[in-house]
């Protein structure tokens, strides 16, 4: 059996367009690594704007 590969659109119909995990998302991803940039880890800071980058991922079909 082949492995799931969230890239293939032909496995995944989510992800139509076959984004690798760099380039999807680009608008939760670009607001979520500047709240890492100016916040750091602190606790909770950026747990929203995360929360809704993992749903958009998945949204496409990513396993994250």
């Not at 602190?42 to 929360?51: F, I, N, S, V, W």
Request: glycine content about 8%; some cysteine; proline content about 9%.
């Amino acid at each position: 059996k082949e492995k799931y590969d969230p890239t293939n659109p032909k496995m995944n119909p989510l992800n139509p367009q076959g984004l690798k995990p760099c380039c999807a998302c680009p608008e939760t991803k670009s607001a979520r690594d500047a709240c890492f940039l100016q916040n750091g880890n602190e606790e909770g800071k950026c747990a929203e704007l995360l929360q809704k980058h993992v749903e958009c991922m998945r949204g496409l079909g990513f396993n994250i």
